[in-house]
């Protein structure tokens, strides 16, 4: 379950705190000019229409510092660091970063009816206006029901603007890839892992948890991997494998190796393909493009949750990646 959406839980039926106003607010936003105002005016010198590929990266790059610093700042702190976030990353069209910024905002008082939602999500298709519906949904989406159709709606429609996908830099800190090897290219990690059987993209620390879901969308020609070691056993599924012929599935739970030769291949391979996993309710899942290519059983989880590390890789040829998310 993602932090803010745990937090908005707990919340639930309880009032969330107001944004601040008055002088409140104007002495936070004093504050962010005083700590931010020479990178500020760094970005803020040609309107928005003119900016450069460059200015936009400077502005998301500047929005997420200001999300981070928000993270540790009062509320009055958090909610002018979080608007102005918004603020730039309209600026420079990049909605990942925005709905980051809204998450926050969410946990301030304000609408919280999908239905609010659905109309402004209507009325256009600017990012100003999908991001002032993504802040309803994400205050009304605890009280929808669990797998009802609204719910579902509303959670395509916060993954339309990257709600969930961890960041390129995030993704690249997180599995250590290492930027002299892995180059971030509109959005996309792209690099190479020459031996599968011995260089695997892993998590450096392990999460605790009773339930992990991890997506990865991945374009290369052949050996498209995904795994998870659930406490310290291994968990795999490979699609084309040697040379595109055949698929595999490694389950040490159950003492599975199971290979396929020939077939499923990877198709469309110039194509970004999605591998997702799920660990929970004593099961391991596997998915390719939507479709489910292995379950099984695996024991319960022992107190304090799985210990969980997941892998993604190819081999021995560039790999892109993408819509990367890791949800508990």
């Known amino acids: 379950m993602h932090a803010f959406l745990a937090t908005l839980m707990i919340l639930a039926g309880a009032p969330l705190p107001a944004p601040p106003t008055g002088q409140d607010l104007a002495r936070a936003e004093a504050d962010v ?20 590929a460059d200015g936009r990266k400077l502005m998301a790059a500047l929005a997420r510092k200001m999300i981070e610093t928000a993270a540790g700042s009062r509320p009055a702190a958090k909610y002018a660091l979080l608007v102005r976030a918004r603020e730039l990353a309209i600026a420079a069209g990049d909605s990942g970063v925005g709905i980051q910024a809204v998450e926050g905002l969410a946990g301030f008082a304000g609408p919280a009816e999908a239905s609010e ?46 709600w969930g996908m961890c960041s390129p830099e995030e993704v690249r800190r997180l599995f250590g890839m290492g930027p002299e090897r892995w180059r971030i ?24 948890a009773d339930r992990v879901e991890f997506c990865v969308s991945m374009n290369s020609p052949r050996s498209h991997y995904i795994s998870a070691e659930v406490d310290g056993r291994l968990c795999a599924y490979l699609r084309g494998g040697w040379g595109n012929r055949g698929s595999s599935t490694i389950d040490q739970f159950n003492e599975v190796n199971r290979k396929q030769l020939p077939g499923p291949i990877v198709q469309r391979a110039g194509e970004f ?17 939507g479709e489910r290519v292995y379950e099984a059983p695996i024991p319960p989880p022992p107190p304090g949750g799985y210990s969980i590390r997941l892998g993604f890789s190819s081999e021995r040829t560039d790999l892109l990646v993408r819509d990367i998310s890791i949800e508990r």
Not at 33 to 52: C, D, H, N, T
Not at 274 to 289: E, P
């Open 273 to 289: 393909h999605q591998l997702r996993l799920v660990v929970g309710d004593r099961r391991l899942h596997f998915y390719y493009d």
């Open 117 to 162: 939602g659905h109309r402004l999500w209507a009325e256009g298709k600017d990012l100003k206006t999908r991001l002032a519906a993504a802040e309803v949904y994400l205050r009304a989406l605890p009280g929808l029901d669990e797998g009802g159709f609204e719910r579902a709606a509303v959670e395509k429609r916060l993954r339309e603007l990257g």
């Open 33 to 52: 000019r005083e700590v931010f105002g020479k990178e500020l005016s760094a970005v803020s010198r040609q309107p928005s229409a003119k900016l450069k």
């Open 185 to 208: 290219e509109k959005g996309c990690l792209i690099g190479r892992v020459e031996d599968l059987g011995k260089s695997r993209l892993l998590l450096l620390e392990p999460i605790r």
